[in-house]
Each structure stands twice: as C-alpha cells, then as structure tokens.
C-alpha cells in the first residue's frame, strides 16, 4: 500500500507559467513533507519542505502547500523555466520508529521554452 | 560544498556474481541511509546507520545484501549473489543527527546497477 501517492506520472509547462506538482499521502502520522528534484543520471537534491504546523512554505520561485485535512500537499513553481525539467519526489516523515522517509514515484516535469 | 561520494557511478555485472558499493557521507552526518531505486519508482530504504549501527534494515534482503559502517564513517553495501532483479540505481544519503525536522538528507550521485 502506498503510503505516498503522486498521481500525475508526467507534466508539461510552457516556460514563464505556473507549474503545479501534487502530492497526497495516507498515513496520519506523517507531519514533516519534503519535496527532491532529481536530473538523469543524479541522485535526489533537497528542494523545500513544510512542518505540519505550517501550511505555506515558501522559497524564491518554489512554494510547498499543505492541507492536512485533505491529505494533500502541492509544489508550486513560479515562474517556470526549463533548467527546472527533472523528475520531483514528494518525501513524508514521522516521528515515529527511526524517522525514515517515504518517497512518492516521482513526477516528470518539462518546461519547454 | 560538501557531498556525499559514492563509486562506483556505474557497474556491471552478471547474475551469480558479488558486487559491492561505497558510500563517504558528508563529514559529521551520523545517520546514513542506503535506497534502492527502481526505474519509474522512487527510492526506498533498504538499511539506516546512526553512526556505525544499523538502527532499520527490516527492508534489506538479508539472504543476500549486506550493509556496513565498521567505524561510523563510510559504508558498504554487498549484494551476493546478485540476481536480475537487483538491477536499480542504489543511493547513499546522510544527514545530521538528531531531530528529522529541518534537517534533510542529503543524497549522493547513485550506483547504477545492471545485472545480465
């Protein structure tokens, strides 16, 4: 059963609009949310993340939404450009057992110019 | 800037036969992890290291990887013998210890691994 969903395999954004990632997971004791940027042939790069006591997090062009009632976080990237074509993991932890993290499959997003 | 190493980058192998991984954290990081990624899929723990100690492996195939971190610096992790299904890229990451709030992981470049 997965725990972190990203439904969306694939997205396409012109360059200069808003590219918007979706993340939902199921188990209530995550309270701390990480989104990963990952190039071909690269491992995972830290992006931005969100405690659950927050529900907006924002950093320069990226911004990280939670709705805990929904379950659902989304990345947000305004504007969009196409050094920002990579595949971006949704990541959760809890504080319980050894505050492992739990990765989503993954969204492909491509900015073409 | 200080990264997490690993080596080698690529690997090659055929079924039956042992490979090994290398892992340097960045300096400091007590927490080492070791991820599997399987293409389309993102990365999932196989073991966690705080300092030389495995804390959670209860997802490593412990008939056939084996992890270590004799001196709670760097890492190796073994596969023997190595089957087709083992093909994946395997990821180091550390971080720091303590609290896992504002204090993320940081991964290396990975081992791609292909078995024949």
């Known amino acids: 059963d997965q725990q972190v969903k990203q439904n969306s395999p694939s997205l396409s954004v012109q360059e200069g609009r808003i590219s918007i990632l979706n993340c939902d997971y199921t188990?209530?004791?995550?309270?701390?949310f990480l989104w990963y940027k990952k190039y071909p042939a690269e491992g995972p790069t830290f992006l931005i993340s969100?405690?659950?006591?927050?529900d907006k997090n924002e950093d320069g062009r990226f911004t990280v939404f939670l709705n805990k009632s929904a379950k659902h976080l989304s990345l947000h990237i305004v504007p969009s450009q196409p050094g920002d074509s990579a595949v971006y993991f949704c990541?959760?932890?809890?504080?319980?057992?050894?505050?492992?993290?739990?990765f989503g499959k993954g969204t492909m997003l491509l900015v073409s110019p | 800037e200080a990264e997490v190493a690993q080596s080698p980058r690529y690997k090659i192998t055929e079924k039956s036969q042992a490979v090994a991984f290398w892992c340097d954290p960045i300096?400091?990081?007590?927490?080492l992890y070791w991820y599997r990624q399987i293409l389309g899929q993102g990365p999932e723990l196989l073991v966690q290291?705080?300092?030389?100690?495995?804390?959670?492996d209860s997802q490593l195939p412990k008939d056939r990887f084996s992890a270590e971190r004799l001196k709670g610096v760097d890492s190796t992790l073994k596969i023997q013998p190595a089957e087709l299904g083992d093909s994946a890229m395997y990821l180091c990451?550390?971080?720091?210890?303590?609290?896992?709030?504002?204090?993320?992981?940081?991964f290396g470049p990975g081992t791609r691994l292909t078995v024949l």
């Open positions: 188990n209530s004791m995550f309270d701390y």
């Open positions: 990541a959760a932890s809890s504080n319980s057992g050894y505050s492992t993290l739990t």
């Open positions: 290291f705080q300092d030389e100690s495995v804390v959670d």
């Open positions: 300096s400091g990081h007590a927490t």
């Open positions: 990451a550390s971080r720091l210890a303590g609290s896992y709030l504002g204090n993320e992981q940081f």
């Open positions: 969100i405690s659950s006591i927050k």
